[in-house]
T-cell receptor, first 116, second 108 residues
Framework: GAVVSQHPSRVICKSGTSVKIECRSLDFQATTMFWYRQFPKQSLMLMATSNEGSKATYEQGVEKDKFLINHASLTLSTLTVTSAHPEDSSFYIC????????????FGSGTRLTVV | GIQVEQSPPDLILQEGANSTLRCNFSDSVNNLQWFHQNPWGQLINLFYIPSGTKQNGRLSATTVATERYSLLYISSSQTTDSGVYFCAVDYNNNDMRFGAGTRLTVKP
């Protein structure tokens, strides 16, 4: 089946620094990838849709200058949390769909970000 | 946007018991999936089920698209079934929207 790899799985950074998270589709090409955020004991909330070769589409309330998304190839999307603050600490998960094979959405294993 | 409601929010079972989790959605959907989130946060896809019935071992799921609901059945529950179960729907063929989840605890 479709496999999505996410890296790193866990990161701790200092307040004010930037962190990059990678999401790769390993065995299929994805023109669109999705980034979600999950706070403790809450559901997953869609942050943005990453489009290969064009600008990402952000959900209402998500700061596009803070959460930079780059989708430079058909297998890689990156999310950069810029000038991170403790309130950005969360679980970030990406997903993609192998439309050619008709599978549902597959999710990466997530990145737990802690800003200290 | 589409509303996705899951019930119950919390469920505590004794090992060996059966359970039914429900997902209601407010609009027609192209895709519906059930996920299990383990204690490490990983989302495990259980079923891709926009309609009909599927079974996989002790788990089965039914989606009645015309009535806008889906059910996840867990039989002979085990402690390893504990975690959060999410229903997610794709209504515009472009992204998944999640329900709030059902937190299942199976006690030995």
């Amino acid at each position: 089946g479709a496999v999505v790899s996410q890296h790193p799985s866990r990161v701790i950074c200092k307040s004010g620094t930037s962190v990059k998270i990678e999401c790769r589709s390993l065995d299929f090409q994805a023109t669109t990838m999705f980034w979600y955020r999950q706070f403790p004991k809450q559901s997953l909330m869609l942050m943005a849709t990453s489009n290969e070769g064009s600008k990402a589409t952000y959900e209402q309330g998500v700061e596009k200058d803070k959460f930079l998304i780059n989708h430079a190839s058909l297998t890689l999307s990156t999310l950069t949390v810029t000038s991170a603050h403790p309130e950005d600490s969360s679980f970030y998960i990406c997903s993609a769909r192998d439309r050619k094979r008709g599978y549902g959405y597959t999710f990466g294993s997530g990145t737990r970000l802690t800003v200290v | 946007g589409i509303q996705v409601e899951q019930s119950p929010p919390d469920l505590i079972l004794q090992e060996g018991a059966n359970s039914t989790l429900r997902c209601n959605f407010s609009d027609s959907v192209n895709n519906l999936q059930w996920f299990h989130q383990n204690p490490w946060g990983q989302l495990i896809n259980l079923f891709y089920i926009p309609s009909g019935t599927k079974q996989n071992g002790r788990l089965s799921a039914t989606t009645v698209a015309t009535e806008r609901y889906s059910l996840l059945y867990i039989s002979s529950s085990q402690t390893t079934d504990s975690g959060v179960y999410f229903c997610a729907v794709d209504y515009n063929n472009n992204d998944m929207r999640f329900g709030a989840g059902t937190r299942l605890t199976v006690k030995p």
